[in-house]
Every structure is written in structure tokens, then in C-alpha cells.
């Protein structure tokens, strides 16, 4: 349920995009993100950091598309979200017991502290080049190819990648033995 809830924005942007233009699709957005944030708290009384940042920066970047009439100020949300992530968790690297893809995923897994690192490192490299993507896709293609770029590109690309961590994980899963 809260995944499903975290891809209501993104839907409404597109539909509200194809339906009017990117200014109404940006305001949707803004409306959508702060009721998601309100239905988290209200629903599980917290709300994650990168939500809040998430919010934070799509009322600012959002705003400023509305305000300035300037599509770029939204299409740039995306990779300073992307890269937002992908530093953190490379600064995880060095600071910390514990890489952030170890926090998230060492409850239901357990892995050398050396593949945790690796993991990790892979993660923040992913984050930081689906931020560069976009600002070539933002830069080289139409603003229909954009939307359509982190409509159903983004979210993709994140499916194959958790698809081939998994992949990557699967030897150091533990053996089950069957009766």
C-alpha cells in the first residue's frame, strides 16, 4: 500500500500533463505529494527524511515552474532527488557503521561487510547516473519525451536494477533444506 501510494503523484503528473500542460501537471504534483505526505503520517504517524526532502523540493522546484513559467525547474527536481540519494549513500561508504543499503536491507539479509560495501556502492552509482540521464534526456529531447522518460523510463530502469541486484544477491542468499 505505501508504494502504491508513493507512484499516485507521478501518475497524476502524467495524466494531468497528456490532459493540460506541464504547469497544471506541476501544481497537481504539488497537491499530491503534500496529501501523500499527509496520508503517510496520518496512516503510519512517520514519515521518512526523503519524503519531507522530497516534498521540500517539489513545493520549491514546482513552485518555481508555476511561478517562472519554466518547465526546467521541475524536469531538475528529478536529478537532484537522484542525486541527493546517490551521494548520501556514497558518503555512507565513510561515515557510519553500517552503508545505508546495509540499514535498509541487514534485518532480512546477511552479507560480508565487504558485498554490503559493494552493494552500496552500486546503489549510489545507479542514483547518480539516472540523474545524469535525465539531464541528458531533459537537455536533447522534447518535454513529451521527458515526461514520458520519468513516467515509465525511471521506474524501469529501477525494476532492472533491483531484478540484477537480486541476481547479484542470489549466490549469498542462505540454502533452505528441503524436507
Do not use: H
Request: aromatic content about 18%; charged content about 15%; proline content about 2%.
Amino acid at each position: 500500500m505505501k508504494q502504491l501510494l508513493e507512484f499516485i503523484p507521478i501518475i497524476l503528473f502524467f495524466v494531468f500533463y497528456k490532459l493540460y500542460d506541464i504547469y497544471v501537471a506541476t501544481g497537481v504534483v504539488i497537491v499530491a505529494t503534500i496529501v501523500q505526505v499527509a496520508i503517510t503520517w496520518i496512516k503510519y504517524r512517520k514519515v521518512e527524511k526523503m519524503q519531507w526532502i522530497t516534498l521540500a523540493l517539489i513545493i520549491v522546484m514546482g513552485g518555481a515552474t508555476i511561478y517562472l513559467q519554466n518547465e526546467n525547474f521541475i524536469k531538475w527536481k528529478l536529478t537532484i532527488i537522484e542525486w541527493l540519494f546517490g551521494f548520501a549513500f556514497l558518503g555512507s561508504q565513510f561515515v557510519g557503521q553500517k552503508t545505508f543499503v546495509e540499514r535498509m536491507m541487514g534485518t532480512n539479509l546477511e552479507l560480508p561487510a565487504t558485498i554490503w560495501k559493494r552493494l552500496n556502492l552500486i546503489w549510489s552509482f545507479f542514483f547518480i547516473g539516472v540523474g545524469c540521464l535525465n539531464l541528458y534526456v531533459m537537455y536533447t529531447f522534447n518535454t513529451d519525451d521527458w515526461v514520458t522518460f520519468k513516467t515509465f523510463i525511471v521506474p524501469g530502469l529501477m525494476v532492472v536494477f533491483i531484478i540484477l541486484q537480486m541476481i547479484y544477491l542470489y549466490k549469498y542468499l542462505p540454502e533452505t533444506e528441503e524436507k
